[in-house]
């Protein structure tokens, strides 16, 4: 087993990893970052590993139409002590300790456009996963368990419910 900070932190490739030709969740992901970290977990820290697919998704509690291209969004989430690396869509989100400091933040980029320079913050708060953009208090993007599904509240923007499909 290799320490987690032993492990290098990961970024998202420029234009997304995988095939370029593709859209952003037909690509191959990279394989497993976290893959020789131990297993256990700091704690504190919730259980979310695994491989998640979207299964319901909603805005301002209501029914995203079947056309939005993020009912197609899948993701991969690794942990090991309270590092997190998130893999889904073409990125490759490392959060190298999840403690809510800008020291350990995530410096990536986004999503939207695989260029747009990112930093967000990640702590283990009241049973969630939460991400702050620069580390502000005002939006939160969170991840928690209800049951055997993975709630993913993207700041209030959208809600997505995720069954997890492979450990």
Known sequence: MTAIDDIPVASTPPGGYGEHDRDRYD???PPPILADAPDELAPGVIDLRGTWKVVDLRSNGEPVPA??????HFERIEQSGDRVVVTGGGI????PHADGTLEHALRDVMAIDFATPLVVTASFEDGMFVLRPNGEDGIRV???LEGERLIWDYAGVFQATMERIDR
């Open 27 to 29: 690509r191959t992901m």
């Open 67 to 72: 056309k939005n291209p993020q009912w197609r």
């Open 92 to 95: 490759i989100h490392d959060f």
């Open 142 to 144: 969170t991840r928690h």
